[in-house]
């Protein structure tokens, strides 16, 4: 029996590894930004809690909820509230 060599029309494209070499590699392209990267709206933490409320009345899932809170920056404002509460501590001591 003669085995397919490479470049062969009997042999599908994801079976020959030298092929694989040159496909283009998804998701490593120069065009992959985060949301960091974007414009974003400030911070509203009325949005937030509307949010919030929409989860605890169960109008919305908990990974629905969990996108909103980070695109809607809940991040930012720990962030602030961990700082200042590590100046108020270092005030006091």
Known sequence: M??????????PWW????RDK????YGKTKWSASL????RPPVSPTKL???WMEW???????GDTLKNLKIGG??????AMASDESE??????
């Open 2 to 11: 003669i085995s397919p060599q490479v470049g062969d029309s009997l042999v």
């Open 15 to 18: 079976i020959c590894r030298e």
């Open 22 to 25: 040159t496909r283009p590699q």
């Open 36 to 39: 960091r990267d974007m414009d």
């Open 49 to 51: 809690l509307a949010h």
């Open 56 to 62: 605890e009345r169960g109008e919305s899932s908990p």
């Open 74 to 79: 809940v991040r930012e404002i720990l962030e």
């Open 88 to 93: 108020s501590a270092g005030e006091t001591s």
